[in-house]
C-alpha cells in the first residue's frame, strides 16, 4: 500500500485546479460541455478520450497558475462507448440478456450472508442460461420446425416458396427415392441447423470482440486501504473492490458455457427427432445404439455446462487475471463436436421417415417456460430473506427488483421467440390452413399480451389522474414561493406540471411491481392452458361459453397482430439504427442505462461501459494529481454522476484527499440507491461521503432523474444543496429580462449555485493536509 501511494503522490508540482467533467446519458460533444467551439484531445482514442479547451492545452500545467476565473475545465466524453459505429444496431438482439443480467446487480444489501447472496447470483445466472436456450431453440423453431420439417415436408407449401424446392420429399404416389437426395427428414434439418447455428456463432462473436474490447482494460492496481475501502460483508459497496471492474475471466468461461448451451440446443433439436424414429419397434439396432449413446452424450455435456454455470462467479476482491483457457476452448469445441455427430447421425438414411405435424420437441418450450418460473419464484424467496434482514423502507419493491426485472427479461424473450415463429408461419403459409404452425405455447402467450396491456393502461390512466390531482396541489405551493408577484396562471400551471410529471420516476416501482404480477399470472395460465389443453386458446375455448369464447378469439387475434406489429418495429428500428446516428444515439440512451453494470450473469449481453470509462477516470485523476499537486473537482451530471462516484470508490486515499465531487441532475439515490441497494444504498453512499474529500449535490424538483442523495454527517456539511430555483425566475426581471426557460433534467450549470459550490469544494480541498477534513463549522466558514 505504501508503494502504492508514493507511486501516485509524486514529486510536489505548482498546484494548479482541474474540473473533469463526464456527461450523461445520450452524449454530447466536448465542445458542448466546455463551452468553446475550439477543443483538443488531451488523452484517449476515437471511442473515449479527454478534451480540453485549445487555449488550456496550449500551456503546460508545469507552468503554474493561469489567469482566469475558476479551474481548468476537461471534458471526458465516452458516449462512443454505447452508439459509436452502425454494429451497436446488433445490440438490439440482445435486449432481454441485458434485462436479465440487470437483476443480478439489483440484490438486496446482505452484509454477513455470504451464502445467500451466492445462491441469489447462482439463480440468476441459471436464469440467464435458460435464456440463451430459449433464443437459439426459437431458431430452431423457425428453421428447423416451420421451414425444414414442415414446409418443405408439404407440396402445397413447397409450392408457394419455391426456394424450398431442393428439400421437398417425392409426391405421394411417386416410386420410392424419386425425392431429391436432401429430401429425406433428417437431411433437411441438418441444412436447416446452419441458421440457429449461425445465430450462436454470431451471439459468441459479439461477445468475443466487446470482451477484448471492453473487459480487457484494466483498473488503476492500487491496493484497498482497510482504514478506508469497505471490505466484503461490511459497511460501503463492492465498487470499491479492486477486482469489481475487470471481469474478464468470469464473462470469457460464462461465455463458452452459454456458447456451448447454444449448440447443445441445435444438436438436440436435429438429434432428437431421428433418435425417435430409431427408438420404434422394429427400428434399426444400430442406429438404435447410436441414438442412445448420442442423447447419453448431450445430457452429459449439458451437465457440464450447467456446473460451469454454477461455479461461484466473480472475483472481486482483486484483479483475476487468469482466463481458464483449457474450459474455454474445449467446451464450446466439444459441444460443436457433438452438433456435427448429431447432423452426421440424424442425416443418415432411414427409409420410410416422413415428417408430419409438428418436430417432436415441442414440449420444450413449456419446460423451458416451467424452469424460468421457479427459478424466478425460488429468486423471489431469496430476495426477500435478504430485504428482512437489513430492511431499506427506500429500496424498490421492497428487495424484490431483482426478480421482476428477471422475469420480465425471460417474458421479453418469450414474446420475441413466439413473435419471430408466428410472423415466419404467417409468412410460410398466409391462408394459415397448410402447417401445423409454431407451438401452441407460443400462442398462448402471445394472448396474454392484450390483458397486460389492459392492465397497463388502466395503471396509467390512475396515474394520470394522480398526477392531475398533484399538479393542482404543485400550483399552490408556486404561488406561495412567489410572494408579491403578479400571477401568470398558465405559467403556474406549467411549473406545477413539471413538477408533478417529474414525480412520475418515483411510482417506477409500482407500475414495475404491477406489470410483473400480471405477466406472472398470465404467464402461469399460458402455460397451464397450453399443457392442458394442446390447442390453441380459440381452439380450447370452442366449446365455452360465447362470451369466454368471444375474449379467447380476440386475445389470440390482438396478441398475434401485436406481437407481428412488435417484430415488425423491431426489425425496423434496427434497420434505421444501423444506418443513422441519430437513432443510435437513441438506443445508445438505453444502453447508458442498462449496460453500466459488468457481465455477471449473461455473456451476451451489451458489454459493460464503465469497465472501460471508470479505468480511464481513474487513472487520469490519479496521473494528473501526482504530476501537478493540484486539486480536482470530479463533476458529473446524470449518469456521469454514476460514472463519477463509481471512479472515486476506484482511487487510492492519496488522491481521494486532493478529489471532490460535485454532482447534479443525479439518480444516484433516486434511481440507483431503491433498484441497486447492495452498491448504492444508503450505507454505500455514506461511505462515498466519507471516503471522498468532499462532495456537494445539485438537484431541481423539476428534474425527473435527479434528486437528493440523503446522505448527512455530523461532522462534514451535509451533500445536498437545497433545490435550485426551476425556472430561476418567475416572471420577467432586470437580471432575466426574457421568461426563463424550465430546464427539468438539463443545463444545471447555467445556475449561479453551481460556479459557487464549485468554489466552495475547491475552497475546502486541503492540499497540503489530504487526509485530514475540516470541521462543520470551520469547513461552512470557508464555503461561504
Given amino acids: 500500500m505504501e508503494r502504492a501511494q508514493e507511486r501516485l503522490a509524486g514529486p510536489a508540482e505548482p498546484e494548479i485546479d482541474l474540473e473533469l467533467l463526464v456527461h450523461g446519458v445520450g452524449g454530447t460533444t466536448p465542445e458542448k460541455m466546455l463551452g468553446d467551439p475550439r477543443t483538443v484531445r488531451v488523452t484517449g482514442d476515437e471511442t473515449a478520450a479527454v478534451f480540453r ?28 462507448l454505447t452508439s459509436g459505429d452502425a454494429s451497436r444496431a446488433l445490440w438490439l438482439l440482445l435486449l432481454p440478456f441485458m434485462v436479465v443480467n440487470l437483476a443480478h446487480w439489483m440484490r438486496p444489501a446482505a452484509p454477513g450472508r455470504p451464502r445467500a447472496v451466492r445462491l441469489y447470483g447462482l439463480l440468476v445466472r441459471l436464469a440467464a442460461l435458460t435464456l440463451t436456450v430459449l433464443l437459439v431453440a426459437a431458431a430452431c423453431e423457425v428453421a428447423l420446425d416451420l421451414v425444414a420439417w414442415q414446409c418443405a415436408g408439404t407440396p402445397a407449401c ?18 420410392a427415392g424419386s425425392g431429391g437426395w436432401w429430401s429425406a427428414p433428417g437431411r433437411r434439418l441438418a441444412v436447416a441447423a446452419a441458421l440457429p447455428t449461425a445465430a450462436t456463432g454470431l451471439l459468441w462473436y459479439l461477445s468475443h470482440r466487446t470482451w477484448s474490447a471492453y473487459e480487457s482494460h484494466r483498473p488503476l492496481s492500487v491496493d484497498p486501504d482497510p482504514d478506508t475501502d469497505p471490505e466484503p460483508g461490511t459497511h460501503g459497496s463492492a465498487l470499491a473492490r479492486p477486482g469489481f471492474w475487470y471481469g474478464r475471466r468470469l464473462v470469457a468461461r460464462l461465455r463458452a458455457a452459454h456458447t456451448a448451451a447454444g449448440l447443445l440446443t441445435v444438436a438436440t433439436a436435429v438429434a432428437v427427432p ?47 487475471q487468469r482466463l481458464d483457457q483449457h474450459l474455454v476452448r474445449s467446451l464450446p469445441l466439444a459441444a460443436l463436436g457433438l452438433l456435427l455427430l448429431g447432423l452426421l447421425y440424424a442425416g443418415w438414411s432411414r427409409p420410410g421417415w416422413q415428417s408430419t405435424g409438428r418436430l417432436p420437441g415441442d414440449p420444450a418450450f413449456g419446460a423451458l417456460m416451467l424452469a424460468q418460473g421457479v427459478l424466478v419464484i425460488a429468486l423471489g424467496g431469496v430476495a ?69 396491456l389492459a392492465v397497463l393502461l388502466v395503471l396509467v390512466a390512475l396515474l394520470a389522474a394522480r398526477t392531475a390531482r398533484l399538479a393542482r396541489t404543485e400550483r399552490d405551493r408556486v404561488r406561495h414561493e ?15 406540471h413539471a413538477r408533478a410529471m417529474a414525480g412520475l420516476t418515483d411510482k417506477v416501482p409500482v407500475i414495475v411491481g404491477v406489470l410483473t404480477a400480471a405477466t406472472l399470472l398470465l404467464g402461469t395460465a399460458a402455460l397451464a392452458g397450453a399443457l392442458a389443453t394442446g390447442k390453441t386458446p380459440d ?15 380476440t386475445s389470440q387475434a390482438l396478441g398475434s397482430w401485436l406481437v407481428g406489429l412488435g417484430f415488425l418495429l423491431f426489425v425496423t428500428w434496427g434497420r434505421r439504427a444501423y444506418k443513422d446516428a441519430s437513432a443510435r444515439r437513441t438506443i445508445g440512451i438505453l444502453w447508458d442505462v442498462g449496460t453500466f453494470w459488468p457481465r455477471a450473469a449473461h455473456p451476451f449481453a451489451p458489454p459493460c461501459y464503465a469497465e472501460r470509462a471508470v479505468p480511464d477516470l481513474t487513472w487520469r485523476m490519479a496521473t494528473w ?24 470508490w476506484q482511487l487510492p486515499p492519496s488522491v481521494r484527499g486532493r478529489v471532490a465531487l460535485l454532482t447534479y441532475g443525479s439518480p444516484l439515490e433516486r434511481l440507483y440507491g431503491r433498484w441497486f441497494p447492495a452498491h448504492f444504498g444508503p450505507r454505500a453512499l455514506a461511505a462515498l461521503h466519507h471516503d471522498i474529500a468532499c462532495w456537494r449535490n445539485l438537484y431541481r424538483r423539476t428534474d425527473p432523474i435527479g434528486g437528493p442523495v440523503r446522505v448527512t454527517d455530523d461532522t462534514t456539511p451535509d ?18 429580462p426574457l421568461p426563463a426557460p424550465i430546464l427539468g433534467h438539463s443545463d444545471y450549470q447555467s445556475d449561479p449555485a453551481f460556479t459557487r459550490e464549485r468554489a466552495h469544494l475547491l475552497t475546502r480541498l486541503r492540499p497540503d493536509l489530504p487526509g485530514q477534513r475540516p470541521e462543520p463549522a470551520q469547513g461552512r466558514a470557508e464555503a461561504d
Avoid: K
Fill in 625 to 648: 494529481t501526482r504530476r501537478t499537486g493540484g486539486r480536482l473537482v470530479l463533476s458529473g451530471h446524470s449518469q456521469g454522476s454514476v460514472l463519477a462516484a463509481a471512479a472515486a
Fill in 719 to 736: 451533500v445536498d444543496h437545497e433545490p435550485l430555483p426551476d425556472p430561476r425566475a418567475y416572471g420577467r426581471t432586470p437580471d432575466d
Fill in 539 to 553: 381452439g380450447a375455448a370452442h366449446r365455452t361459453h360465447h362470451v369466454v369464447r368471444a375474449v379467447a378469439e
Fill in 482 to 496: 412567489h410572494p408579491g408577484e403578479p400571477e401568470d396562471p398558465s405559467r403556474t400551471r406549467a411549473i406545477a
Fill in 158 to 175: 413447397v409450392r408457394r416458396n419455391s426456394w424450398l424446392g431442393f428439400l421437398a420429399p417425392a409426391d405421394p404416389g411417386a416410386p
Fill in 53 to 80: 479547451r485549445a487555449d488550456d492545452a496550449e500551456a503546460a500545467p508545469e507552468d503554474g497558475p493561469h489567469p482566469r476565473r475558476g479551474p481548468v475545465r476537461e471534458a471526458y466524453v465516452w458516449c462512443n
Fill in 274 to 320: 431421428a433418435a425417435r424414429f430409431d427408438h420404434r419397434t422394429g427400428g434399426p439396432p444400430a442406429l438404435d445404439v447410436l441414438g442412445r449413446l448420442l442423447t447419453a452424450a448431450l445430457l452429459v455435456c449439458g451437465a457440464v455446462v450447467v456446473g460451469v454455470v454454477c461455479r461461484r462467479g466473480r472475483s472481486e476482491n482483486r484483479l483475476d
Fill in 384 to 452: 426477500r430473506g435478504l430485504h428482512r434482514r437489513r430492511p431499506d423502507p427506500r429500496a424498490g419493491m421492497r428487495g424484490l427488483g431483482g426478480p421482476a426485472v428477471a422475469l420480465l427479461a425471460c417474458a421479453l424473450g418469450g414474446v420475441m421467440s413466439g413473435g419471430v415463429a408466428q410472423r415466419v408461419a404467417d409468412w410460410l403459409d398466409g391462408t394459415r390452413t397448410l402447417l401445423a404452425g409454431p407451438p401452441v405455447l407460443l400462442t398462448w402467450q402471445a394472448s396474454a399480451i392484450p390483458p397486460i
